[in-house]
């Protein structure tokens, strides 16, 4: 799915109040970053906990009152882990959309090991053309149904390899076929974060957020 641009200016303009962010557990997450920052930004801050909308503005370094759109946390610098828990959810974002990420995810993920000279089984590509056409209403949900069969056949059969970066392909690509838009898409980093550094893969993610509805 892809947006234009009058779609993605309506999309940046939803807002995100501190009960959302207390609905989604992302406070816990926000405030462990926190305390690893270093003492004097910490100090500077003098936030040691969130109970009002306030608080997160300030933490965020965004000025004014009010709930937060999604523009203005796309372009604070907070911890990206924080960032991708609460913005990649439908609520958010339209499903069609999450789904066309895990599945761009997962075929960036596949490239890459590819390069490494990871074998790559030859039915992945076209299992996920199904889930994308399915995100996009052409295809059914029978048709769905019997790639996430295939691709379990294939998670057993490369879990069978031993090889690690195999069994994390076969991961993702079994993930991103997931029916729930954010569960493919965790599913995909989930397997990602098993070969690759979580911290900058974070940062890769929300890079590419950013980018998509720039």
């Avoid at 920052?37 to 936030?47: M, R």
């Avoid at 759109?69 to 959309?97: A, M, Q, T, Y």
């Avoid at 690509?173 to 729930?180: K, R, S």
Wanted: with cysteine; hydrophobic share 45%; net charge positive.
């Amino acid at each position: 799915m892809k947006l234009s641009k009058a779609s993605k200016a309506v999309l940046l303009k939803r807002t995100i109040d501190l009960g959302d962010l207390d609905r989604w557990n992302a406070l816990p997450i926000l405030l462990d970053a926190r305390s690893r920052l270093k003492n004097y930004y910490s100090a500077k801050i003098g936030i040691n906990s969130i109970e009002r909308l306030e608080d997160f503005r300030r933490l965020a370094g965004l000025e004014g009152k009010g709930p937060v759109r999604l523009s203005d946390l796309l372009g604070c610098r907070l911890n990206p882990h924080f960032l991708l828990w609460v913005v990649l959810r439908s609520e958010l974002i339209p499903p069609s959309l999450l789904h066309g990420w895990a599945v761009s995810f997962c075929q960036d993920f596949h490239e890459r090991l590819a390069k490494d000279s990871v074998p790559i089984d030859f039915r992945y590509p076209a299992m996920l053309e199904v889930k994308k056409r399915w995100a996009d209403r052409s295809a059914s949900l029978g048709e769905l149904y019997h790639v996430q069969r295939e691709a379990s056949r294939l998670l057993v059969d490369g879990s069978q390899m031993g090889e690690p970066r195999v069994i994390a392909a076969a991961s993702a690509a079994f993930g991103a076929l997931d029916e729930d838009p954010r569960e493919a898409l965790l599913k995909v980093f989930r397997a990602v974060n098993e070969v690759y550094s979580v911290k900058t893969e974070n940062q890769r993610r929300l890079a590419w957020v950013k980018e998509s509805l720039s």
